[in-house]
């Protein structure tokens, strides 16, 4: 019997459910949907949103379904290679992932439907673009009535996008805290005076976080009699949205981190060597999948990923990243995507019974590690032991590029001027005995013009 | 209108009451947005409308008036 694995993450909606099978990823949609699937595909709205990628694309499987009592039919839909999530995005990408769920209400309302949910997660990077993956969040527009997704889409998108512009761009962690979107109370007391001058702000988040804590538990019943809301109005609040998140902006520029970009750490030579080197043990390791840790802004993440090989940049810098994605998106690079991560406190896995969305280590599916200029900022700035770094990277992958950065570096002199030099195994010799344990290496080359070593690793 | 307006008022306590729908939309969501979205779809109504009277205008005078809005106006 094939083992069956029904997707933590999709437990919510009752029409559906994602499920894992002999290595293939499955949608059961039940008889509940069945209408309004058919609208779907019938109504050309599938097909119109496919066709601009805003929506996955899938085909309808010959596959068992898990819960036959239930099921009307399985589909199978293109799989996304790393499933990322809201507080893992830059400024840039959380806003086209914004964009992208109006973008799919309006071509939605256009063919008679609507999205019923407005959920973050429903958003992927999926060839450098913000995709819907949920091919059940849709459903028969009823004139008159409001949109249920409202509280949502301003909770999970509005919310987050407003505090990164306007308060600060860490906020986005916010979204870790509470799987269901910022609340509007929250948000609201959180953010600067003007922007109650905005208007979209002041409805959407200000006027909206009144309005829940007014009504809060209070039966609506009457008071949804007395009211309706035509298709022109309905039109006109996802027109209002769409204006409020076009008008946030943030640029990495005049932010501390501003410096840190101005000038790298080699000579210019001394870059290329580095490049060069690591375009050679690419060649030799002929990885599947790439994550490149402390990425900075991608620059070596790109020797791997124009090679066409999918490739996920993380940095714990947004500024970084979010450099990283604009390069990224200006040039439909589709095999990179840049992420916002803490390496030393890594996404943890969040939501229902911890198993709703997957942490950073349960997620991993990947050939190689790139770990550039990186050992020194774990081992001296954050105290991980060497062995532990090994082990933790061994945990996620079976190859290994690391970059060795010795005590007389420049960087690591830096490191070591506001503290104790309490690292007596940080060198070389040290580096290669605490990686051995867990791998063989494969090649080790000295980056010319600086006293680095770049190692290739294969687990053991 | 008047359909419409039967139509909502059968819909809405139906939907509440038997919760069909699975996200909870919030008691003060739901109401805000009708106010909100009542403003805006008046606003592209206005809009909308206000485009129509001045391209009537566009046409009409335009040529004489002032030709340059008249081509703007056609642009858009």
């Given at each position: 019997m094939s083992k069956v694995e029904k997707?933590?993450?999709?437990?919510?909606?009752?029409?559906g459910f994602l499920f894992k099978r002999n290595g293939g990823l499955f949608r059961q949609i039940n008889t509940a949907y069945h209408e309004n699937y058919d609208l779907l595909m019938g109504s050309g709205l599938y097909k119109d949103l496919v066709s601009e990628d805003l929506l996955v694309e899938h085909e309808e499987s010959e596959e068992l379904p898990v819960e036959t009592k239930l099921a009307f039919k399985v589909i199978e839909p293109e799989k996304v290679p790393f499933i990322s999530f809201p507080y893992e995005w830059c400024f840039s990408q959380y806003r086209d992932a914004a964009l992208c769920t109006l973008g799919i209400m309006k071509h939605a309302l256009d063919k008679g439907?609507?999205?019923k949910d407005a959920s973050a997660y429903n958003i992927q990077f999926l060839r450098g673009k913000p995709i819907l993956i949920?091919?059940?969040?849709f459903e028969k527009y009823q004139e008159g009535l409001p949109w249920v997704a409202y509280r949502q889409f301003c909770q999970h998108f509005l919310a987050p996008l407003t505090l990164m512009a306007l308060?600060?761009?860490?906020?986005?962690?916010l979204m870790r805290v509470y799987i269901d979107g910022i609340p509007l109370d929250l948000t609201s007391s959180l953010l600067?005076?003007?922007?109650?001058?905005?208007l979209g702000l002041q409805a959407h988040i200000h006027l909206h976080a009144v309005a829940q804590k007014r009504y809060?538990?209070?039966?609506?019943k009457q008071a949804a009699q007395e009211r309706k809301m035509s298709k022109m109005a309905l039109t006109g609040l996802i027109s209002s949205l769409e204006t409020t998140v076009k008008g946030l902006s943030w640029k990495?520029?005049?932010?501390?981190?501003?410096?840190?970009?101005?000038?790298?750490?080699?000579t210019d030579s001394a870059f290329v060597s580095k490049k060069k080197l690591l375009d050679e043990l690419i060649i030799i390791a002929k990885p599947k999948s790439v994550w490149d840790l402390g990425?900075?802004?991608?620059i070596f993440s790109r020797v791997t990923s124009n090679k066409g090989i999918p490739t996920v940049s993380f940095d714990i810098d947004p500024a970084a990243v979010e450099i990283n994605y604009l390069e990224a998106r200006k040039n439909n690079e589709e095999y990179l995507l840049p992420l916002v991560l803490d390496l030393t406190n890594p996404s943890p896995a969040i939501g229902w019974a911890n198993e709703e969305r997957a942490s950073f280590g349960q997620r991993a599916q990947v050939d190689l590690i790139l770990a550039l200029a990186l050992v020194h900022h774990m081992a001296?700035?954050?105290?991980?032991?060497l062995t532990s770094l090994a082990e933790s990277f061994a945990r996620l992958a079976p190859k290994l590029i690391i970059e060795f950065v010795p005590k007389e570096d420049t960087q690591v002199q830096r490191l070591l001027v506001s503290r104790?030099?309490?690292?007596?195994?940080?060198h070389q010799d040290g580096f290669e005995r605490a990686f051995k344990a867990y791998y063989e290496i494969e090649k080790a080359l000295p980056i010319p013009e600086t006293k680095r070593t770049l190692y290739l690793m294969g687990r053991r | 209108m008047i359909e419409n307006s039967f139509v909502l008022i059968r819909v809405i306590p139906d939907i509440l009451e038997k919760g069909?729908?699975?996200?909870?939309?919030g008691s003060g969501s739901f109401l805000l947005q009708i106010l909100i979205a009542t403003i805006a779809g008046a606003g592209i109504f206005l809009a909308t409308y206000w485009r129509k009277v001045r391209d009537f205008f566009a046409r009409k005078y335009g040529k004489k008036q002032d030709p340059q809005a008249a081509k703007k106006s056609k642009d858009e």
């Open positions: 997707v933590p993450g999709s437990f919510r909606d009752p029409n439907m609507i999205l949920d091919t059940l969040s308060t600060d761009i860490r906020l986005s962690q600067p005076g003007k922007s109650k001058f905005n809060a538990g209070k039966d609506i990495p520029e005049g932010t501390e981190w501003a410096d840190y970009y101005s000038g790298t750490n080699y990425a900075n802004t991608g001296i700035s954050n105290n991980v032991p104790e030099d309490i690292f007596p195994d940080y | 069909r729908m699975y996200l909870d939309p």
